[in-house]
Structures are given as structure tokens and as C-alpha cells.
């Protein structure tokens, strides 16, 4: 649903509420007023979101992304920080169920671009980002999204993993047969 859609049903359930004290009918305007407060709560918070975290916290990656699937229009369903959050998701849902790195570094990209609130969500944004960096074989990339990461978790949630991405960093050499793209293979020379 347009989130400009929720706020004129909130502004006509208060006016009816006001048309219905007016009335002297008070138990059925404070009734309306009280299903006024949903659709505002629903502009901040969307509902589809809302629902995908929940699947997202019990680990059902195929709910949480069909959840995800119902968001048609981000960008006039959402506002920004949820648009965040939305691309955060998303990228979660790809890594897991796809193994696509490519799509799901495109995912954490935009959610950091849009914003998170939360200083662990970065963390994991930028974690996620750096294996993604690691797997295509570039490791200055990956080392500055560890050293971000490193920089939000604030609280500790990530050490482990941010110590084991730095050792596998360590053995982390590339050499031109290892990489991805076969035109870089030659680094330049041409045959």
C-alpha cells in the first residue's frame, strides 16, 4: 500500500472520530481514533517489513523473503530509513538462499547508502560487503569494509567474526590464475 494512502485513511478515521464526538457517540470515536493510530504506525514501521524481520529472526529465509516479494514499489511504499532496511534484508535473504554474492553486494551497498540506524547492522552490512570483496579477489576493498566493520561493532558482536575474516585476510594472496575475471589475467598484456 502507498504510504501517502495510509496517512489519508488515518486523517479519515480522525475525522470521522471528530464527526462521532460530535455526535455524542464517544465510545465509537475513541474506537476510530484508535484504528487512526494503525495506518500512521504503518507509515513508519511497514507492515511487510515488519513480518519479514520476524521470519528473518526465526531463521525461515523463504517467508521472510516472500514477505520481502510484496514490497513492489520501494520507493513509494517506504520511506528512506525503511528503504534501508528493505535492501538490508534483501541482501541477507540473496546470501542465503542464492549464494549470489554479486546481488547481494548490491543489496548491502544500497543499504548503506540509504542508512541503518543500528551500529551492528553496519557492522554486519560491512562484513558482508568485505567477504563479498574477498571472494572477488579484491583485498584493499576488503580491507577497509573490515576495518568499517571493525569501527561499528561497538559492542563487541562481531569480533569473531572480523578475526577470522583478518587471518583468512593474512593467507590471502592472490596470484593471476586465481582470479575471476580472465581479463585480468594478463594484467594488461595483450597477446
Same mark, same amino acid.
Given at each position: 500500500m502507498n504510504k501517502?494512502? *495510509?496517512?489519508?485513511?488515518?486523517?479519515?478515521? !480522525?475525522?470521522?472520530? !471528530?464527526?462521532?464526538?460530535?455526535?455524542?457517540?464517544?465510545?465509537?470515536?475513541? !474506537?476510530?481514533?484508535?484504528?487512526?493510530? =494503525?495506518?500512521?504506525? %504503518?507509515? =513508519?514501521?511497514?507492515?511487510?517489513?515488519?513480518?519479514? %524481520?520476524?521470519?528473518?529472526? *526465526?531463521?525461515?529465509? !523463504?517467508?521472510?523473503?516472500?514477505?520481502?516479494?510484496?514490497?513492489?514499489?520501494?520507493?513509494t511504499q517506504l520511506i528512506p530509513k525503511q528503504m534501508g532496511y528493505f535492501h538490508y534484508m534483501k541482501g541477507i535473504v540473496t546470501a542465503q538462499d542464492n549464494n549470489n554474492l554479486g546481488q547481494s553486494e548490491k543489496y548491502m551497498k544500497d543499504a548503506l547508502q540509504y542508512g541503518l540506524s543500528f551500529d551492528h547492522d553496519r557492522a554486519m552490512a560491512n562484513l558482508s560487503l568485505a567477504g563479498a570483496a574477498m571472494a572477488k579477489g579484491k583485498k584493499r576493498e576488503a580491507e577497509v569494509f573490515i576495518k568499517e566493520a571493525k569501527k561499528n561493532d561497538v559492542k563487541g558482536m562481531f569480533t569473531d567474526q572480523i578475526k577470522m575474516m583478518n587471518d583468512q585476510m593474512k593467507r590471502f594472496s592472490v596470484s593471476t590464475s586465481q582470479l575471476q575475471n580472465p581479463n585480468m589475467r594478463h594484467r594488461g598484456k595483450k597477446f
Amino acid at each position: 500500500m502507498n504510504k501517502y494512502l *495510509k496517512l489519508v485513511i488515518a486523517a479519515l478515521l !480522525v475525522a470521522l472520530a !471528530v464527526f462521532l464526538f460530535t455526535q455524542r457517540e464517544y465510545g465509537w470515536g475513541i !474506537v476510530s481514533l484508535l484504528l487512526a493510530a =494503525f495506518p500512521v504506525l %504503518f507509515y =513508519f514501521r511497514n507492515e511487510n517489513i515488519l513480518l519479514a %524481520f520476524w521470519f528473518l529472526r *526465526k531463521e525461515d529465509m !523463504v517467508k521472510a523473503g516472500r514477505w520481502l516479494d510484496r514490497v513492489t514499489n520501494p520507493t513509494t511504499q517506504l520511506i528512506p530509513k525503511q528503504m534501508g532496511y528493505f535492501h538490508y534484508m534483501k541482501g541477507i535473504v540473496t546470501a542465503q538462499d542464492n549464494n549470489n554474492l554479486g546481488q547481494s553486494e548490491k543489496y548491502m551497498k544500497d543499504a548503506l547508502q540509504y542508512g541503518l540506524s543500528f551500529d551492528h547492522d553496519r557492522a554486519m552490512a560491512n562484513l558482508s560487503l568485505a567477504g563479498a570483496a574477498m571472494a572477488k579477489g579484491k583485498k584493499r576493498e576488503a580491507e577497509v569494509f573490515i576495518k568499517e566493520a571493525k569501527k561499528n561493532d561497538v559492542k563487541g558482536m562481531f569480533t569473531d567474526q572480523i578475526k577470522m575474516m583478518n587471518d583468512q585476510m593474512k593467507r590471502f594472496s592472490v596470484s593471476t590464475s586465481q582470479l575471476q575475471n580472465p581479463n585480468m589475467r594478463h594484467r594488461g598484456k595483450k597477446f
